[in-house]
């Protein structure tokens, strides 16, 4: 998040507007919610991560052990179990 002057983007009578409220604090206006994305979507680290959990419901479907697959993704046997187990 970068810091902008308001009187550089903002009306000035939008700026007087809102200093009826706030004066010489910072304010944070979030983006509307329909310009949202999911956490990773951006960088691809969502798919890189979705790619792992198929890979170790698919392991585990074909029997690996739930401390197995722990080891060897360096996850936690409760993480594993969260991955396996989830519904979709």
């Given at each position: ?67 197995e697959l722990a080891c060897e993704y360096y996850l936690s046997s409760e993480t594993i179990k969260k991955i396996v187990y989830k519904k979709h």
């Amino acid at each position: 998040m970068k810091y902008v002057k308001a009187e550089s983007v903002l009306p000035q009578s939008l700026v007087k507007e809102i200093q009826k409220y706030v004066q010489g604090e910072t304010l944070y206006i979030p983006k509307p919610k329909a310009e949202y994305r999911k956490w990773g979507s951006r960088s691809g680290s969502r798919r890189i991560i979705d790619e792992r959990n198929a890979k170790i419901k698919a392991a585990f479907s074909n029997g690996k052990p739930i401390q197995e697959l722990a080891c060897e993704y360096y996850l936690s046997s409760e993480t594993i179990k969260k991955i396996v187990y989830k519904k979709h």
